[in-house]
C-alpha cells in the first residue's frame, strides 16, 4: 500500500499535472502510512513474541501433565497395594469389632443383672415398714451390701443413747428380715454432727456414737434373738459426714445410725438367681 502511494506520488511529479493541494495531501498519506507500518511492525513482533511464550508455555504444560501422570500412575500403584494388604486384616479386625460387642452386651446384662438384685433386696428389707416409716429409714443397696440409715430423732431419745419405743418396732421389723438371712453379718456404726456433746458421762461424739450403735446391737440381740457372732458395733464420730454441718439440716442428716448388712459369698449367690432373669436384654 505504500509503495502504490508512491508511485502515485512519483507518477504525478513526472507529469507535472499534480496540483499543490493534491500532492500535499499525496504527502500526508505517506506520512501516515509510514508511521502505520512502523506501528504494525511493532505489533507483529509483540504477537510473535507471544506467540513463543505461549509455544513455551504450551511445551511446560505438557512436560508437567506427563510427570503428573507418572505420579498418579505411582499413586494408583501404592494404593491398590494399601487395599490387598488391607483386605488381608479385613476379617480380623471384624472378630475384634464382634468380641467387643459381645463384651458390652455382657457388661450391659451384669449391670442389669446387679440392679435386679438389688431390687430384690431393697423389697425384702422394705416390705414390713409403712410410708410414714420409711421417711426415716433409708434403704440403699450397693453391689450386694445393704445400708439402712436411721435418723437419730427416731432412734434415741434427744441427747440420749437410749433407744425409743417407736425406733424398737422399726427395728423389730428389721430384725425380722436380718433373721431370714441368717448368713448376713450385721455391722450396726454410729455417726453424729459437730456439734461437742455435753453430757458428764459421755466424753465427746466419739463416745456418744459408739453408744448409739451398741444400744442398737444390744436390742437386737436382747429383744430380737439376733445371734451376738454376727453383729459388730462401732462409733465414727463426727468423721463420716453425709451432709454440710454448717446447716440445721445437714446435721440432721449427720446424726444417724447405719446398719450394714453384707452376705457371705453362698447367699449372694442365691440373692442373684432370685434375681428378676435378664435375657430379654438388647
Not at 487395599?83 to 464382634?98: C, H, M, P, R, T
Request: proline letters at 2%; charged letters at 25%; one cysteine or more.
Amino acid at each position: 500500500m505504500i509503495l502504490s502511494a508512491v508511485a502515485v506520488i512519483a507518477a504525478g511529479a513526472m507529469s507535472g499535472c499534480v496540483s499543490k493541494k493534491n500532492y500535499a495531501q499525496l504527502q500526508a498519506d505517506y506520512t501516515q502510512l509510514g508511521k502505520d507500518y512502523q506501528s504494525s511492525q511493532v505489533s507483529l513482533a509483540e504477537s510473535r513474541a507471544k506467540v513463543q511464550s505461549l509455544e513455551q508455555r504450551l511445551a511446560d504444560a505438557q512436560k508437567n501433565n506427563a510427570e503428573l501422570k507418572q505420579a498418579y500412575a505411582a499413586v494408583q500403584k501404592s494404593l491398590d497395594n494399601a487395599v490387598y494388604q488391607g483386605g488381608a486384616n479385613i476379617s480380623k479386625l471384624v472378630d475384634e469389632i464382634n468380641s467387643s460387642n459381645r463384651y458390652i452386651q455382657q457388661l450391659v446384662n451384669a449391670k442389669t443383672k446387679s440392679d435386679s438384685l438389688n431390687m430384690v433386696l431393697t423389697n425384702n428389707l422394705t416390705r414390713s415398714l409403712s410410708r410414714d416409716e420409711l421417711r426415716d429409714v433409708d434403704v440403699k443397696v450397693l453391689k450386694g451390701v445393704v445400708y439402712i440409715s436411721l435418723a437419730d430423732n427416731m432412734l434415741y431419745r434427744s441427747g440420749s443413747y437410749e433407744i425409743s419405743d417407736k425406733a424398737m418396732d422399726i427395728l423389730g421389723k428389721i430384725a425380722k428380715i436380718i433373721k431370714d438371712y441368717r448368713d448376713y453379718d450385721v455391722l450396726v456404726e454410729g455417726n453424729t454432727d459437730n456439734v461437742p456433746i455435753s453430757r458428764t458421762n459421755i466424753r465427746n461424739n466419739w463416745d456418744l456414737s459408739a453408744l448409739r450403735a451398741s444400744s442398737v446391737v444390744q436390742a437386737l440381740q436382747n429383744h430380737f434373738g439376733i445371734d451376738p457372732s454376727r453383729l459388730t458395733a462401732g462409733g465414727r464420730g463426727e468423721y463420716n459426714p453425709v451432709a454440710d454441718n454448717l446447716t440445721a439440716d445437714g446435721r440432721a442428716l449427720n446424726r444417724r445410725t447405719e446398719i450394714i448388712i453384707t452376705p457371705k459369698l453362698d447367699q449372694f449367690l442365691d440373692l442373684i438367681d432370685k434375681a428378676p432373669d435378664t435375657d430379654g436384654v438388647n
